[in-house]
């Protein structure tokens, strides 16, 4: 994954590691996005989107992630902290571990991998499906900065559905076990953005 993160954010801009983004700030701003996806008002009834809040997860992984790699920060040391921090039995609720993430976030500036695991667990999110998510947004990503993201050109919305709800009907309908799942996916979605 950190691979895959590294040529998506060179695809954006050759220095990315040297610009200085505040991925702390896009991770709290999609914390704030996954809370809408999974439901805190009160005054409204709700339903938990549980297909967009695993991608609003993973999107917090793709920023996570990327100030971790300009840290230098992955390694097996991270690895063996998110597997721990996965394994960990406490439950917490949702809500609360998200906020937690979004308030380690703003007070660090950066990226807390136990928090983010408080979130995967409270979810529940496995890594198994954190990396096949993780895999199918990437290729999104990739396929938004192809079609004009950055100067924007591209349309997020098609045939009136955003394009993460075209991204998880289809991978629903691939094989994300195929070695050529990737592939597969970039096809089948510049097929559908050209016909609609």
């Not at 667990?121 to 938004?144: I, Q, S």
């Amino acid at each position: 994954m950190a691979a895959m993160q590294r040529r998506h954010n060179e695809q954006i801009h050759a220095e990315w590691a040297e610009q200085g983004h505040e991925y702390y700030r896009a991770v709290w701003v999609e914390c704030a996005e996954l809370l809408d996806h999974y439901g805190w008002k009160w005054w409204k009834r709700h339903s938990v989107n549980r297909e967009q809040a695993v991608l609003e997860v993973v999107d917090i992984w793709h920023f996570g992630l990327s100030e971790l790699i300009r840290a230098g920060a992955v390694n097996r040391t991270l690895a063996s902290r998110l597997l721990t921090s996965l394994a960990d039995p406490s439950a917490a609720d949702f809500r609360l571990a998200v906020e937690e993430l979004a308030r380690s976030s703003l007070s660090s500036r950066g990226f807390d991998i136990e928090a983010f695991a408080g979130v995967m667990r409270a979810l529940p999110l496995t890594f198994d499906e954190l990396y096949e998510t993780y895999v199918a947004k990437n290729v999104l990503n990739v396929f938004r900065q192809a079609n004009g993201y950055g100067s924007g050109e591209y349309r997020k919305v098609w045939d009136g559905r955003e394009d993460n709800e075209h991204l998880s009907e289809l991978v629903g309908a691939l094989d994300t076990g195929a070695d050529s799942f990737p592939q597969d996916l970039a096809a089948a979605l510049a097929s559908r953005y050209a016909g609609s």
